[in-house]
């Protein structure tokens, strides 16, 4: 069985300062990972995807995050935090072998300071 | 737009109605999953499907009832709810092939109050 760890349920940042939301996972066979972003009151949306090749994935809104597998990791960054990327952001595995379900973390919530 | 289209947005019901919630997707997906998303819990998986066949229940209680008459649409019927019950519910559809979790598009969800 897979599972996913958010560390920190919530972040702050500064606007213009570097976003970093962690997510560890583990997984017995090779996963599939995803980070979504939920803004109030609506469904989740996908931000990015690894599946296989480039560990370093590019997303929307400026997002990236990078599949290290020796750490079990797939953190999300941001260079610079923009006000409208206040929300709640999800990572998600899923796995190659097995079912069509995805485990999702518990989620933090980012909130930017003016 | 994520093409999955959720009806009605809102509910409020009281514990003796019955209602119906309703999903479609547009993407052409073959599995199509219901959440539920409570106040400081984590998401919770209820239901899935995958070409029509009830492939997960999550030990939901029998008040909640899917039905899924083909790939693009999905009911969650609701009977006799408790106050716990209110949450947004969330429904998603994802291309699942040969037991792949390839990633999934969700709709806005329906705020369910239960009074």
Excluded at chain 1, 25 to 42: A, C, D, G
Aim: charged share 15%.
């Amino acid at each position: 069985a897979q599972s996913v760890t958010q560390l920190g349920s919530h972040v702050s940042v500064s606007e213009g300062a570097l976003v970093l939301l962690r997510c560890n996972y583990s997984s017995s066979v090779p996963p599939y990972l995803f980070w979504y972003v939920q803004y109030p009151n609506q469904g989740l949306q996908l931000l990015l995807k690894y599946t296989t090749g480039a560990t370093l994935v590019k997303g929307i809104n400026g997002f990236e995050a990078e599949f290290k597998k020796s750490e079990t990791s797939f953190h999300l960054t941001k260079p610079s935090a923009h006000m409208s990327d206040a929300a709640e952001y999800f990572c998600a595995v899923g796995i190659l072998i097995g079912n069509e379900k995805l485990t999702f973390g518990t989620g933090t919530r980012l909130t930017i300071i003016p | 737009e994520t093409g999955v289209t959720q009806t009605p947005r809102h509910l409020v019901m009281g514990m003796t109605n019955k209602k119906s919630l309703k999903c479609e997707q547009h993407l052409g997906h073959n599995a199509m999953y219901w959440y539920k998303q409570s106040a400081k819990k984590p998401l919770e998986l209820m239901f899935v499907y995958n070409f029509k066949e009830q492939t997960e229940n999550n030990s939901v209680p029998s008040r909640f009832s899917p039905e899924c008459p083909n790939s693009s649409h999905l009911f969650l019927h609701l009977h006799t709810l408790q106050p716990e019950d209110s949450a947004l519910y969330l429904c998603a559809s994802s291309q699942a092939l040969a037991g792949v979790s390839y990633e999934q598009y969700f709709g806005p969800g329906t705020r369910l109050t239960v009074t």
